[in-house]
């Protein structure tokens, strides 16, 4: 079965609209709404090729989900593109959070201000996992397969959880491990086709 063939922008405006309206959804966390956005509703990416440009925003410097926007603004319109794309993820939101900081520092020690907060990194949290799950089946694609992936990803959660250790410890470790195993894995896969009558 054939899939549908992915879409892209039209104009830079298009652009600039789509990652502003996923900026402006992406409350405590983007990370599902780009999913959403950029993979279903948009058909920019497929999930794997999702996958894959948020696995190297992530590793990257600076906030992942620029990043992202970053990567895909030049993939569709070179550098222009990559500048329309930020501007999109950051001119309205900037304006939104200058707002909310400034009202935040004025009614901060409010109980109800406090407890709103602890609310929304609950649902957060929530957002995450619900986008882990869905992308969940994409790692039978893997190059590493589907159980070294669902093994690295639990090792990556204990490292967090109980030793808690820092993202630079965690890169280096888990994610050189994971890169490794990846390309060792690349570099199996042609040669034993090769050996194929």
């Known amino acids: 079965m054939m899939s549908e063939p992915l879409n892209k922008p039209a104009s830079l405006s298009e652009l600039f609209w789509a990652f502003n309206r996923l900026a402006l959804q992406g409350f ?51 550098i222009r593109g990559a500048f329309t794309a930020m501007a999109g993820m950051l001119v309205f939101p900037l304006l939104i959070v200058i707002g909310l900081a400034a009202l935040y520092g004025e009614m901060a020690a409010h109980p109800i201000v406090a407890n709103t907060v602890r609310g929304m990194g609950a649902v957060s949290a929530g957002l995450i996992l619900a986008t882990a799950l869905k992308l969940g089946p994409s790692l039978k694609r893997s190059p590493m397969g589907a159980w070294p992936a669902m093994i690295l990803a639990l090792l990556t959660i204990a490292a967090v959880l109980w030793l808690r250790l820092p993202l630079p410890q965690l890169l280096l470790s888990l994610g050189g491990l994971g890169m490794a195993l990846a390309w060792w894995q690349l570099r199996r896969t042609p040669t034993e086709e090769s050996e194929l009558p």
């Open 28 to 78: 405590g966390g983007v990370l599902a709404v780009a999913q959403r956005e950029l993979v279903e509703r948009l058909r920019w990416l497929s999930r794997e090729e999702f996958l894959d440009v948020f696995a190297v925003a992530q590793v990257l410097p600076g906030p992942n989900i620029l990043n992202l926007s970053l990567m895909l603004g030049d993939r569709f319109f070179g």
